[in-house]
């Protein structure tokens, strides 16, 4: 069963270039499901629909949320029509199964004061506070996902241009603008910074560690909340947050929702929607200055 796992992984980034933090979370799905089908004493080939739905009935009741219950079932189906394709089974039992639903929650995004705060609180007259300076700015000019981030190539910016390219899900780029703020720090920590970190190594990308590694996913969030402590915000800050506050501000501001996709790299339009269903500042003040019983 691992070994039809492993290659079902395996098979995800070959063909579809599956991010690692995907891959991960499919492992962890499937292996939950392997441990189901041990306990049952139930076969994968010769599973059962109301084996399945007993697995979701499980999963409901151990307090998982639509979300995480809807992508378990999304990795169950990818593995079987995985085996279905390479003709290990004749047959499919998630086939006639409907979807979960997923839980649309709207996202969460700062107050434009807030997000300045955030990024503008690192201490930048040491070079640690340069460089987490120049990283909050970059997230908040381009939206980018943490791992887009994380993966960037000094060579992917193009700053006298204003511009930096994104690696996104499935491996797709994308060209994104850089206003001038995050230009001028991540200029600054290029010029001032980055050198001291890579004397010894140097892994490429653009922001590193003191040894001139990639710097890890724990670091970033360290990085964010860092600035969130020390901006005073008493709400949980991920990078996520800048990614949604990025995308609110834009559409606040008047920009159309077709740039916004394209600049956050999601690959379905329904998906940047969620953002027209915020309470923006600028749509409040338009109720109360318009609504008779505002």
């Known amino acids: 069963m691992t070994e039809v796992v492993v290659e079902y992984l395996g098979a995800l980034?070959?063909?579809?270039?599956?991010?690692r933090n995907t891959l991960a979370a499919y492992r962890s799905d499937l292996l939950d499901f392997t441990e189901f089908l041990r306990r049952h004493r139930?076969?994968?080939?010769?599973?059962?629909?109301?084996?399945?739905?007993?697995?979701?009935?499980?999963?409901?009741?151990?307090?998982l949320r639509p979300s995480s219950v809807a992508r378990r079932m999304s990795a169950v189906r990818g593995l079987y029509r995985h085996l279905l394709r390479g003709g290990a089974l004749d047959r499919d039992p998630t086939e006639h199964l409907e979807p979960s639903r997923r839980g649309r929650s709207l996202p969460r995004a700062l107050s434009r004061e807030a997000a300045t705060a955030l990024v503008e609180a690192s201490d930048t007259t040491e070079?640690?506070?340069?460089?987490?300076r120049a990283i909050l700015e970059l997230l908040y000019a381009t939206g980018m996902r943490a791992s887009e981030c994380l993966?960037?190539?000094?060579?992917?910016l193009n700053l006298q241009a204003g511009y930096v390219v994104c690696t996104g899900k499935g491996k797709k780029q994308r060209l994104v603008p850089v206003g001038a703020e995050a230009s001028t720090w991540v200029t600054r920590y290029l010029r001032e910074v980055r050198p001291l970190h890579t004397r010894r190594r140097d892994s490429g990308r653009l922001f590193v560690n003191p040894r001139g590694g990639r710097l890890s996913r724990q670091s970033l969030w360290v990085v964010v909340r860092r600035a969130a402590t020390r901006a005073g915000l008493r709400a949980r800050v991920s990078p996520h947050?800048?990614?949604?506050?990025?995308?609110?501000h834009l559409l606040e501001g008047g920009a159309d929702l077709r740039s916004?996709?394209?600049?956050?790299?999601?690959?379905?339009i329904a998906t940047t929607q969620i953002y027209t269903h915020l309470p923006t500042s600028a749509l409040t003040r338009m109720y109360r200055r318009f609504h008779p019983r505002a």
């Open 13 to 19: 980034q070959a063909e579809q270039g599956a991010s």
């Open 42 to 63: 139930c076969a994968l080939a010769s599973l059962a629909p109301d084996d399945l739905v007993a697995y979701l009935a499980g999963l409901r009741k151990r307090g």
């Open 127 to 132: 070079p640690r506070g340069v460089r987490d």
């Open 151 to 156: 993966d960037l190539r000094v060579e992917d």
């Open 241 to 248: 947050v800048l990614r949604h506050s990025f995308a609110s």
């Open 260 to 268: 916004v996709q394209a600049m956050l790299g999601h690959a379905d």
